[in-house]
């Protein structure tokens, strides 16, 4: 006999009271604690790492690894990825990996509003409260995502470049580098070019997708090569146009995060040197992970006020408040993603002067920190097809269309294809139970992603709360060429849709847009209401914590460290000056490798001095 088992259970007033009588009982005995507690020990560390994320995690084992005789504390405020190991692990579950709720910080947007690019005389609301996930888990996102292995095209990172002589040390050459150093590629029989292009013994562990794709998906690929799409089958190649099967970060039909390949062979390095004086005890070499740490502020030396050192972090962990230093010539790595590095930042004193005076705090260093929040909206098209065509067994994303958008909002043309410069990326899926709201049937999701936004979003603090959640605000779609490059990849994704194998031997039929169209009659309005009302994040924010020259709106410089600060870096997604035009999750471990060097370089020089 079957039994249906409610997603969401309710409590009633009995059980609230019961909760609230055991957290009573809970801080008693912290209370108690502290009360009987005799001598507290201090915590120090050469290297603190705020974050167990994509970027904590390379950095961690970089470090101890590349640095003779140091210890590492890497703060999280999630548990382990094992915790939740049945549906992160799976690549399967990916859709619902992201919707844990102990692996998640539960951040959600503001609402938005502004006129209408097709109409100017109405006002459009892009629809409040989007669901903005962050990965709060061993691994950061990389225990959550979709598990596309994009690093973007060489352009971005030359244009990072760009910015200052001293800057080249981020041009393509240098971020090639760093990809091919953390991959562990395991395409077969690869060909001289791949040769050249990827890694292989990294720990990052990189495939195929290895389903061997379903005959529904292998229709879609020429489908769209009915349309002229040109064949591409490797995106992180000399090209990133056409269409062809991704590349996930998998190993042996599971995912593989950061933390798997990385933190894991970070732990395993402990050591123990005897110390040097007489009754010296010694130091042990190792990172310690400290799950469920919720960082408050950086720990400035108030002897030095006018210099801004860092000198640790304060930080919320089983009921106390504790406090972790670094040791001489140490420093704090922020790497706590692109909304809470930058709140981490303000919380301190570091941030924009209004915001943070409006929440008295105490400025300390006046810079334009969340003032340059980039992400790729995206929107999605759904369509039914015949059934039993999908087993809902999918591992995600399984082929990748990536073209340039007509900027008036047309269907691309042939020249559109096979520019090598695209600017949408549509990543297409099998529809499986729950992914969509409402739907239960076969099909194909097509997920249009606009990988080169011109709106630029932004948060701030929403008190000095370190509990509270900052206040996002994304600017979807504020500049008119966002919105028609959109609607000229929906329109692409509807033409897709027609084509034989799919129209024909899967009976493929889009899903209406809303209840006012019908078949090809959709207006601009139509279009730019249903994009609006339906947009998403596609989980890649950056850019809260800009590299570029002080002058040009930069918080830290090339090195990643913080302007008017001493020991103090950000390493992770939020440092993008220009976001990468593909996912982000490589381009953020490339980014914490090369700090890596960074960091290894300028110990070595201090321990020299």
């Not at 040097?276 to 030396?301: C, Q, T």
């Not at 090809?520 to 800009?546: M, Q, R, Y």
């Amino acid at each position: 006999m079957s039994q249906n088992v409610p997603s969401v259970i309710e409590k009633n007033q009995e059980d609230l009271k019961k909760d609230a009588k055991i957290r009573e009982l809970w801080k008693k005995n912290i209370c108690n604690h502290d009360k009987h507690a005799k001598f507290k020990i201090e915590e120090t560390y050469d290297f603190i790492i705020v974050g167990a994320g994509t970027a904590g995690c390379v950095l961690a084992r970089e470090l101890i690894h590349g640095i003779p005789n140091i210890n590492i504390l890497v703060l999280e405020a999630g548990g382990p990825n094992a915790h939740s190991n049945g549906l992160i692990s799976l690549p399967c579950t990916w859709f619902q990996a992201f919707r844990l709720y102990d692996c998640d910080w539960g951040y959600v947007t503001q609402e938005q509003k502004m006129k209408s690019h097709v109409n100017p005389t109405k006002e459009v609301t892009v629809k409040k409260g989007i669901h903005y996930p962050r990965g709060k888990v061993w691994g950061g996102c990389s225990s959550l995502n979709g598990m596309v292995y994009m690093r973007g095209q060489a352009k971005q990172y030359n244009d990072w470049a760009a910015q200052g002589p001293e800057y080249k040390i981020w041009d393509w050459d240098h971020c090639l580098e760093a990809f091919k150093a953390l991959e562990n590629n395991s395409r077969e029989s690869p060909d001289e070019k791949f040769k050249q292009l990827h890694g292989f013994n990294g720990l990052h562990h990189v495939q195929d997708f290895q389903n061997g794709v379903y005959d529904i998906m292998s229709g879609l690929i020429d489908a769209a090569k009915n349309l002229g799409i040109p064949y591409n089958d490797d995106f992180n190649g000399e090209r990133q146009n056409g269409v062809g099967r991704l590349q996930t970060t998998n190993e042996k039909g599971k995912r593989c995060s950061l933390a798997d390949g990385y933190l894991r062979d970070a732990l395993k390095k402990v050591e123990f040197h005897p110390g040097s004086e007489p009754n010296g005890f010694g130091k042990v070499v190792a990172v310690d992970v400290r799950s469920y740490a919720h960082v408050l502020e950086i720990i400035w030396d108030e002897e030095n006020k006018n210099e801004n050192i860092a000198i640790g972090i304060r930080y919320f962990c089983n009921g106390n408040v504790r406090e972790a230093f670094i040791a001489p010539k140490g420093e704090v790595i922020i790497c706590s993603g692109t909304i809470n590095s930058p709140q981490i930042l303000m919380l301190s004193g570091v941030g924009p002067k209004e915001n943070l005076e409006a929440n008295n705090i105490k400025v300390r260093k006046e810079l334009p920190v969340g003032r340059n929040l980039l992400d790729h909206p995206g929107c999605i098209f759904v369509a039914k097809s015949a059934p039993n065509t999908i087993h809902h067994w999918s591992s995600g994303a399984e082929i990748g269309i990536i073209h340039k958008a007509n900027i008036e909002g047309k269907i691309p043309c042939k020249e559109d294809f096979f520019d090598e410069h695209p600017d949408l990326q549509i990543n297409a899926s099998p529809l499986q139970p729950g992914l969509v709201d409402g739907l239960d049937c076969d099909g194909i999701i097509l997920w249009s992603t606009l990988n080169t936004p011109s709106s630029v979003g932004y948060l701030e603090l929403n008190s000095n709360n370190p509990f509270d959640q900052p206040r996002i605000h994304l600017n979807y779609f504020e500049k008119s060429d966002d919105l028609y490059r959109m609607i000229s990849s929906l329109k692409l994704c509807r033409e897709i849709f027609k084509q034989p194998p799919l129209s024909t031997v899967y009976n493929v039929k889009e899903i209406e847009i809303n209840d006012n169209t019908n078949g090809d009659d959709i207006s601009d309005e139509d279009w730019e209401k249903f994009i609006l009302e339906k947009s998403v994040t596609t989980f890649h924010p950056s850019g809260t914590v800009k590299m570029a020259p002080e002058s040009k709106g930069g918080v830290v410089n090339h090195r990643l460290q913080v302007y008017g600060t001493k020991n103090l870096r950000v390493v992770d997604a939020s440092i993008f000056p220009y976001i990468p035009s593909g996912n982000t999750n490589a381009p953020t471990a490339m980014v914490a490798w090369r700090a890596s060097r960074l960091i290894i370089e300028d110990y070595t020089r201090k321990n020299s001095l």
